[in-house]
């Protein structure tokens, strides 16, 4: 007889990030994830009081690999064009990488229009990173906060072209960002 492995909190919440990818907010209920692991929903209620705390998590968790990285990436440029760079490319690259192996912008984005609670963190996230792109921009000499939004908002609309044709955005971002600093 093989022991049964124990999961834990992270197991959970990554089991969370691949329901909500693969079948929307619906799937991220006790009973539905419970299946999914393979085991009872009294597991499920070991690590979460209730399933808006097991969101709470899974959008705490989400919320931190989203922004947490980007000072200290940021930090070893020599110049805010550097940075401002860097940053591009860091938005860009992120939107392709995964937590647990899965892409979750896109499928957060897609919860926060029917979760208001979710809308409030995802806005949370947008400003952080609107205000690191607003930031670089004004010690580039770049003042107008629309060009911010445009940037940011132009990576939102190639993430959507990249889950239909893979292509990778970092160049083209690099791109309208050189664009953008031509125009100061």
Not at 99 to 111: E, T
Not at 155 to 183: F, H, K, Q, Y
């Amino acid at each position: 007889m093989t022991k049964k492995t124990r999961l834990n909190q992270t197991d959970w919440l990554l089991a969370g990030f691949a329901a909500l990818a693969e079948d929307g907010p619906e799937a991220l209920k006790a009973e539905p994830l419970a299946r999914r692991l393979g085991t009872t929903k009294g597991s499920f209620y070991w690590h979460f009081a209730d399933v808006p705390a097991y969101h709470a998590a899974m959008l705490d968790l989400w919320a931190e690999q989203a922004t947490s990285h980007i000072p200290a990436a940021l930090e070893a440029e020599p110049t805010p064009v550097a940075k401002l760079r860097r940053l591009s490319q860091i938005i860009a690259t992120h939107r392709s990488e995964s937590l647990g192996g899965v892409k979750l912008d896109a499928a957060i984005r897609a919860w926060s229009r029917a979760n208001p609670v979710v809308a409030e963190r995802l806005a949370s996230v947008d400003g952080q990173r609107l205000g690191f792109l607003e930031t670089l921009l004004n010690e580039t000499g770049i003042t107008n906060p629309e060009w911010a939004r445009i940037i940011y908002a132009a990576d939102i609309g190639m993430e959507d072209l990249s889950a239909r044709d893979s292509n990778d955005n970092t160049s083209a971002m690099g791109s309208l960002v050189d664009l953008v600093l031509a125009l100061r």
